[in-house]
């Protein structure tokens, strides 16, 4: 997992802050997975994971 210094972490975070700021939604990492699974009944994680593991 990225350190808190890795660029990806910045944006995402910068991400995180202006769409809250708006009043928008964000998720990233295992909460984005968790919303999905939350949404759907699907967990898409493992499904992928499944596909890559074939």
Known sequence: MPGIDCPIVRIQETLETTYKGIGGLYYSRDKAWDYIKE????????????????
């Not at 949404?39 to 074939?54: P, S, W």
């Open 39 to 54: 949404k759907t009944d699907i967990d898409l994680l493992k499904v992928l994971q499944d596909i890559a593991n074939e």
